[in-house]
Nanobody, 123 residues
Framework: VQLQASGGGLVQAGGSLRLSCTASGRTFSNYAIGWFRQAPGKEREFVATISGSGGTRYYADSVRGRLTISRDNAKKTVYVQMNSLKPEDTAVYYC?????????????????WGQGTLVTVSS
């Protein structure tokens, strides 16, 4: 499966962005999708994940309450709505996919990765 992340940009603190991850290839609903981010000089970290059906979701503590992950399997797309953005949210955001019925929280569990989209939050 191939993944294309989009929707990043420059936003002021307190603003919102919606990221998208669009897939091509195999049956999209068979894949859990995760979002990760990597800030300059830091290790990649988990942000959120959603099961193939969309029925189960999990968020990192750093974004819980500010971020909502959802998916439209007919469009083969996962969305991340990010609200109340902070400068510390600045990073390259990556989506990834793994064929599983549940969720995956670690980057090593994912088999397919998108190219990343840059989110910059100014103070």
């Amino acid at each position: 499966v191939q993944l294309q992340a989009s929707g990043g940009g420059l936003v002021q603190a307190g603003g919102s962005l919606r990221l998208s991850c669009t897939a091509s290839g195999r049956t999209f609903s068979n894949y859990a999708i995760g979002w990760f981010r990597q800030a300059p000089g830091k290790e990649r970290e988990f942000v959120a994940t959603i099961s193939g059906s969309g029925g189960t979701r999990y968020y990192a503590d750093s974004v819980r309450g500010r971020l909502t992950i959802s998916r439209d399997n007919a469009k083969k797309t996962v969305y991340v709505q990010m609200n109340s953005l902070k400068p510390e949210d600045t990073a390259v955001y990556y989506c990834a996919a793994v064929a599983t019925y549940g969720l995956a929280y670690r980057d090593v569990e994912y088999d397919y990765w998108g190219q990343g989209t840059l989110v910059t939050v100014s103070s």
